[in-house]
């Protein structure tokens, strides 16, 4: 946390020293703005430990020793979305930084195949999973409103509840458990860690349209991609992640001329 409160206070400088050289063309590239995305999260999980979930409440015929029931195959194509600010500053020619700051939804439901039925399915219900990001990126203008960036995410993930169990897919409706109902839990808990802070590479694009008649304010259609290096949990387990995001950024230029 103190990394990242040196790192805010130290951008606010770099942003100040900007702001004094409002005589350089360069200037009308700086921007301060929020943004806001919706998209996908890719989880694959060929392994999660139970061992590594606290706080566990078990149901049903869940056996603890067994992990979450299979050591395979959980994966995900799951809804996420995030919010932020952003700050971008010009540096030489057509290239630049910018930096975000985010929170983001990364959780999803994983399931995988049930050992004993092609009929079942195992789940495990990781939707309240968030993130608080820190992103940067080298910029280069192609066009004058188009922009490419590639760079880093440094994520800390924060814990929340998951939930764990078993459902049918079969459309019978005489098709259910004991409970009368298609899904049973058969834990709860929380993880005890995660690989904290993750480190991931990012790729995006984004598209600047003007929104008033001097050119300082614009809405910008965005598209960003981000690789998670590694598992986002400890050994044992093996979970990766992977996000695809398209939003638009509100963006305000201090020192743009109008042109």
Request: aromatic share 16%; proline share 5%; charged share 15%.
């Amino acid at each position: 946390m103190k990394i990242r409160i040196f790192l805010f206070v130290a951008l606010l400088l770099l942003c100040g020293v900007s702001a004094r050289a409002q005589q350089d063309s360069a200037a009308r590239l700086v921007r301060y703005g929020v943004f806001g995305s919706a998209g996908v999260n890719f989880h694959k999980a060929p392994y999660i430990d139970s061992r590594q979930i606290v706080s566990m409440a078990f149901y049903g015929l869940y056996s603890p020793a067994r992990g979450v029931r299979t050591e395979k195959n959980f994966g995900a194509m799951a809804f996420g979305w995030s919010s932020g600010a952003l700050i971008e500053l010009p540096l030489l020619n057509e290239f630049g930084m910018s930096f975000r700051f985010s929170y983001a939804k990364i959780g999803g439901l994983l399931t995988a195949p049930y050992e004993s039925s092609p009929l079942m399915e195992q789940y495990f219900d990781t939707s309240p999973l968030a993130q608080l990001g820190t992103e940067a990126y080298l910029t280069f203008r192609l066009l004058d409103r188009f922009v490419l960036y590639a760079g880093v995410q440094l994520a800390t993930i924060m814990n929340t509840p998951i939930e764990g169990g078993v459902r049918i897919l079969d459309t019978n409706r005489y098709s259910v458990f004991s409970n009368g109902q298609k899904m049973r839990y058969e834990f709860t808990g929380s993880f005890n860690t995660f690989n904290n802070p993750n480190l991931g590479l990012s790729a995006g694009a984004c598209y600047e349209i003007p929104i008033d008649n001097s050119k300082q304010w614009f809405c910008a259609l965005e598209l960003f991609y981000t690789y998670f290096l590694g598992s986002i949990i400890p050994e044992p387990s093996i979970w990766a992640l992977t996000t695809l995001r398209a939003g638009v950024s509100l963006r305000y230029a201090p020192f743009a001329t109008g042109k």
